[in-house]
């Protein structure tokens, strides 16, 4: 014998089922939306991660090449 009730029509109430499921529904579909944001957002900060030190190489590099200039600059004359 199966745990169902022989009167399960009557107790099944189907709209308020189809409620809940539309429910649960649009909180999942929150949920994703909501991660899909924040991956989006964690992948932003994993590449800007690397955009300082470049940056800083970058910018020790441009203060070395330009000090090379100016003492070229003054051995010149």
Known sequence: MSDIPDDWRGQLDLRAEIVRIDRERAEAQKFNAEREKLLQEA???????????VLAVATVIGGVLGAASFIAHLIGH
């Open 43 to 53: 992948l932003k900060y994993r590449r800007e991660r690397w955009l300082a030190p």
